[in-house]
């Protein structure tokens, strides 16, 4: 079965390091699902052989389409931190292995199948 994409649908993710704590420690990372274009435009622009992964440019180019907004971030003083204005100001508040992880992700939920139908 074919499975629209709705490019506004926003959902949670939460790091995999953040799945075990309890919900007041977790961060939740806010994001749009790729559409067939941008996913286009990222292997176009990114992918070097077949069969090599994506570039760090490419998880950081997933997440200035798709972040848009956080909750419970915190910096080193365990002030929550605001989601900024500025996409750029807002990816360079992440640590690579969390924008790989969260780029990893919506590449991965580019493809929709049965099991992502609500019931």
Not at 9 to 14: A, C, G, L, T
Not at 24 to 42: G, N, P, V, W, Y
Not at 71 to 76: C, E, L, S
Request: hydrophobic share 30%.
């Amino acid at each position: 079965m074919a499975i629209a994409v709705d490019p506004n649908r926003i959902h949670e993710y939460v790091l995999e390091s953040d799945r075990e704590k309890p919900d007041d420690q977790k961060t939740r990372f806010r994001l749009k699902h790729l559409t067939c274009s941008q996913l286009a435009e990222i292997n176009d622009t990114y992918l070097r052989k077949k069969g090599e992964e994506l570039s760090g440019g490419a998880m950081r180019r997933c997440l200035e389409l798709c972040l848009v907004g956080w909750t419970g971030f915190r910096d080193q003083d365990s002030k929550e931190i605001a989601y900024p204005g500025s996409q750029n100001e807002a990816l360079d508040r992440l640590q690579l292995d969390h924008l790989t992880e969260m780029g990893t992700h919506l590449l991965k939920g580019a493809k929709l199948d049965e099991g992502d139908l609500e019931k």
